[in-house]
């Protein structure tokens, strides 16, 4: 049995879309932000010590960091499925998408939210944040032109990983300036397993 330790609004819910994909058997644990601060609670410091989500237990171990959950179940459990072979040419593209995610693309977002909630003139990290928000997004959007899906034509792990990234675009109104990812964001949206996890996600959130 895999235990999800999940926070509300968190990078977790496309773990939960993991696990359904996978039809893994596994429980929730969740927590729930503080409504002052928006930071985790400190009970999941306990669970692992940068006190984050998502994390599983799984195994008799601990495993954080949304891109090594996801690569190592499936590695380990997806048999062929949610990720190229890995001698075919799409495997190294798929991994650079996979990572991509929580490396390239979040940090600017996150420093672009950081900003906007100060409320402060910052004498650089305002418009740093801005011009590679857009390098980014305008680099995804003009890699999904054609596709239906990051790698091979078929939904991985990569795309799973991704879907963080596209719903806080979708929330904010900006997707549509970009138009392939916001087709992109409906062809995520569609699979049984997405759907599911939002429902999931929503009955945890207590907010």
């Given at each position: 049995m895999i235990t999800l330790h999940h926070l509300n609004k968190s990078r977790s819910k496309r773990v939960i879309w993991l696990l359904e994909e996978l039809g893994l058997d596994y429980q929730i644990k969740a927590y729930q932000r503080d409504s002052q601060t928006f930071l985790a609670p400190p009970e999941l410091k306990a669970i692992h010590p940068l006190g984050k989500s998502p994390v599983i237990e799984y195994k008799q171990q601990v495993i954080a960091e949304s891109g090594a959950i996801t690569e190592y179940l499936?590695?380990?459990?997806?048999?062929?499925?949610?990720?190229p072979e890995k001698d075919s040419s799409d495997y190294v593209e798929y991994l650079q998408w996979l990572h991509f995610a929580e490396s390239s693309a979040i940090l600017p977002l996150l420093l672009r939210m950081f900003v906007a909630k100060d409320g402060c003139q910052t004498n650089f990290l305002e418009g740093y944040a801005a011009v590679?928000?857009?390098?980014?997004?305008?680099?995804?959007?003009?890699?999904?032109?054609?596709?239906?899906?990051?790698?091979?034509?078929?939904?991985t792990g990569a795309d799973i990983m991704m879907s963080f990234i596209v719903e806080l675009l979708v929330a904010s109104g900006e997707a549509e300036k970009y138009p392939h990812i916001a087709t992109y964001a409906k062809q995520l949206a569609q699979h049984t397993s997405s759907i599911k996890a939002s429902e999931i996600e929503l009955k945890y959130d207590n907010s």
């Open positions: 499936i590695d380990t459990h997806a048999a062929g499925q949610l990720a590679e928000t857009e390098k980014i997004l305008s680099y995804v959007n003009q890699a999904l032109v054609g596709k239906r899906y990051l790698v091979a034509d078929k939904l």
